[in-house]
């Protein structure tokens, strides 16, 4: 299977949705495979399909503050995005074999990573469940087989089945941290995450935090051709997806 890595420019939250669900359509009608990495601007808060933000979160108080927001295509929980690296996965099922297997797969991949980097990532043991939507937001708690450093969560990932391909994105907490999501939940301020940059002591930037993941992917799924920018047909086929990631009404539909 051929590999296709993007490396890509800072979007708005609901672009990168819109572009995501682009790839899994290429993935699901053409067999295509993407390795994506990519950042948001502005910084975004982002809901899980199935989460009931709209009890949840004071919408009132957050289009106060005009922080941006979207609902992912996929599952799991809340999600601020600020300083951090975005990784998403496209590809054919049957690549990893099933969900589970993808999901403890790609991990592996960014804890190998995050070792190119410097530093010490565990996997959480699988025992930790999986945790439901209404559970708070996505850094609050890790579950089986999630990226941790020290016991603290460092990567949130959710995933979307379509068709025999899926899509898997998370997010690589570089310097940030979710404070300003516990806020907005009304939950105490007690940090339950990680970010690289306190791990390691140092700023991580997210091109070397890219450099590394791609690195390393191609060590877990084979040689990666990239695209030196994201090409006209997946920006095309993403304005298909635009309209539903752009419409508040899906954003706080529950």
Not at 35 to 42: A, G, H, K
Not at 44 to 55: D, I, K, Q, T, V
Not at 76 to 97: I, K, M, N
């Amino acid at each position: 299977m051929q590999w296709t890595l993007l490396i890509d420019e800072a979007r708005p939250g609901w672009e990168n949705m819109a572009i995501d669900c682009a790839l899994l359509d290429l993935a699901a009608r053409e067999g295509a495979a993407f390795l994506r990495l990519y950042r948001w601007e502005p910084h975004c808060l982002s809901f899980g399909r199935h989460e009931p933000a709209a009890r949840r979160y004071d919408r009132e108080r957050i289009e106060a503050l005009e922080l941006d927001c979207v609902r992912r295509p996929t599952g799991g929980r809340a999600v601020w995005h600020a300083r951090e690296l975005t990784y998403s996965v496209t590809a054919p099922l049957a690549r990893f074999g099933g969900l589970r297997t993808a999901y403890r797969r790609i991990h592996e991949l960014l804890a190998a990573a995050l070792r190119k980097l410097g530093a010490t990532p565990v996997l959480a043991l699988a025992g930790r469940g999986t945790l439901p939507p209404s559970a708070g937001p996505c850094f609050s708690a890790p579950v089986g087989g999630e990226v941790l450093l020290a016991d603290h969560k460092v990567i949130g990932s959710a995933q979307l089945r379509q068709e025999e391909a899926f899509l898997q994105h998370g997010s690589l907490l570089l310097t940030d941290d979710q404070a300003l999501l516990r806020t907005l939940a009304g939950l105490s301020d007690t940090s339950s995450e990680t970010s690289l940059a306190k791990s390691l002591g140092r700023p991580v930037a997210f091109e070397e935090a890219a450099t590394a993941v791609a690195l390393t992917a191609e060590e877990f799924l084979g040689p990666l051709a990239e695209e030196p920018a994201l090409p006209a047909s997946i920006r095309a086929a993403a304005d298909q997806h635009a309209s539903r990631f752009r419409d508040p009404d899906w954003t706080w539909r529950r």
